[in-house]
């Protein structure tokens, strides 16, 4: 199966995307190169190198990231295609459910899935999402209300939950 892949300009800095004919399977930082290399290689293992070639799939994701960063969406339509263990699919599927401009604790996070005492092991599966921004990760914060772990950084997250609540950007505009 192969992966196409676009760097893709946001206003918190250039992403790299990969899909498969299925969906989007990774949508990270470029920044963080040692992770982005560990993400890209658990992709291409399941998939296969990737070539950039066209993709109607990441077309949709650029136009949909676009939109979001302008304000006029607050859900994603692309197709996804995760790429984890059952349980990591689990949670990542759950951080769908949390609604644009609110925020969950972990321990909510772990309810949710109906396993109120998977805290950790939910806070470790979010630390492996593969899919930044369109899956939401960033949505979810610490029991006692202060931002914890980003794969992009807290200040990435305090500016994407900023964008969500409609307030004034430190790192850039809409």
């Known amino acids: 199966m192969a992966l196409t892949s676009r760097q893709i300009s946001t206003p918190l800095g250039d992403m790299l995307a990969l899909a498969s004919p299925a969906g989007v399977c990774l949508l990270e930082f470029a920044n963080g190169t040692a992770r982005l290399n560990r993400e890209c290689d658990q992709v291409q293992t399941v998939h296969g190198p990737?070539?950039?070639?066209?993709?109607?799939?990441?077309?949709?994701?650029?136009?949909?990231?676009?939109?979001?960063?302008?304000?006029?969406?607050?859900?994603?339509?692309?197709?996804?295609d995760f790429i984890g263990t059952p349980f990591q699919q689990r949670v990542w599927r759950a951080l769908l459910a949390i609604p644009y401009g609110a925020t969950w604790s972990y321990a909510r996070e772990a309810q949710h899935i109906g396993q109120p005492t998977a805290t950790?092991?939910?806070?470790?599966?979010?630390?492996?999402?593969?899919?930044?921004?369109?899956?939401?990760?960033?949505?979810?914060?610490?029991?006692?209300?202060?931002?914890?772990?980003?794969?992009?950084?807290?200040?990435?997250?305090?500016?994407?939950?900023?964008l969500e609540c409609g307030q004034e950007m430190a790192l850039g505009q809409r």
């Open 50 to 80: 990737a070539a950039a070639n066209p993709s109607a799939v990441l077309d949709q994701l650029q136009a949909e990231l676009a939109d979001y960063f302008a304000g006029r969406r607050q859900r994603f339509d692309v197709p996804l």
């Open 120 to 162: 950790r092991a939910v806070a470790a599966a979010n630390g492996q999402n593969k899919i930044a921004i369109v899956v939401p990760c960033h949505r979810v914060i610490g029991s006692n209300g202060a931002l914890t772990g980003y794969g992009g950084g807290l200040s990435r997250k305090r500016w994407l939950l900023d």
